[in-house]
């Protein structure tokens, strides 16, 4: 099973940036979506952003027009590019192959606070 590492998280400002990197231990090419996902403190993982193997995208509506998700399959890796950043997306990060439904491998995750 490939292994994910996570990495980019961070302590930034309210309306800052961050580039988050999941990089894949073995190719991503044959996996048709991958994704990023988040927990907050007490609250349940959500999903944030998916990619296909195609291109397509779909976001969450919190994170849509501020966040882009990203694939670059020769570098066996998938990136969350994060703008206007809010307190409310202070998270762990995660990234995970497939589906959200289908048991996919998970990273260990990278922590991301945005201060007001």
């Known amino acids: 099973q490939v292994q994910l590492v996570e990495s980019g998280g961070g302590l930034v400002q309210a309306g800052g940036s961050l580039r988050l990197s999941c990089t894949a231990s073995?190719?991503?090419?044959?996996?048709?979506?991958l994704g990023w996902y988040r927990q907050a403190p007490g609250k349940q993982r959500e999903l944030v952003a998916l990619i296909t193997s195609a291109g397509g995208t779909n976001y969450a509506d919190s994170v849509k027009g501020r966040f882009t998700i990203s694939r670059d399959n020769a570098k066996n890796t998938v990136f969350l590019q994060m703008n206007s950043l809010k307190p409310e997306d202070t998270a762990v990060y995660y990234c995970?192959?497939?589906?959200?439904?289908?048991?996919?491998?998970w990273g260990q995750g990278t922590q991301v606070t945005v201060s007001s």
């Open positions: 073995g190719s991503i090419f044959g996996f048709n979506v």
């Open positions: 995970k192959t497939g589906t959200p439904a289908s048991n996919g491998s």
